[in-house]
């Protein structure tokens, strides 16, 4: 069983920043593939980023290029997610989620291990 704590959620303006974690507790963090996930009040959840095992590739939802980068220490065992240029639209709560399979199960929406999320609220 792994638990994934998520933490760095809150209130920013638009424009401004936030950095989210995920802590992991498994100590074969390395072979997961990582991710995160949101759910806007009244949507479905929807992909943001992952990060393969080794942190060598990368893929992002159209909505966040150029704004989020995903990174992952396989010492701490965490992933972060740093965002950048926030928006309205970003307001979400946000999942750290982990899969032991391929990224393209992730970004299938499946994933082994979920978090519990951390809100995030970006003003106008």
């Known amino acids: 069983q792994v638990q994934l704590v998520e933490s760095g959620g809150g209130l920013v303006q638009a424009g401004g920043s936030l950095r989210l974690s995920c802590a992991a507790s498994t100590l074969t963090f390395s072979s997961y593939t990582m991710g995160w996930f949101r759910q806007a009040p009244g949507k479905e959840r929807e992909f943001v980023a992952a990060?393969?095992?080794?942190?060598?590739?990368?893929n992002y939802a159209d909505s966040v290029k150029g704004r989020f980068t995903i990174s992952r220490d396989n010492v701490k065992t965490t992933v972060n997610l740093q965002m950048n240029s926030l928006r309205p639209e970003d307001t979400a709560v946000y999942y750290c989620a982990a899969e032991l399979g391929p990224m393209e199960t992730l970004l299938g929406g499946i994933a082994s291990y979920w978090g519990q999320g951390t809100r995030v609220t970006v003003s106008a």
């Open positions: 990060i393969s095992w080794s942190g060598g590739y990368t």
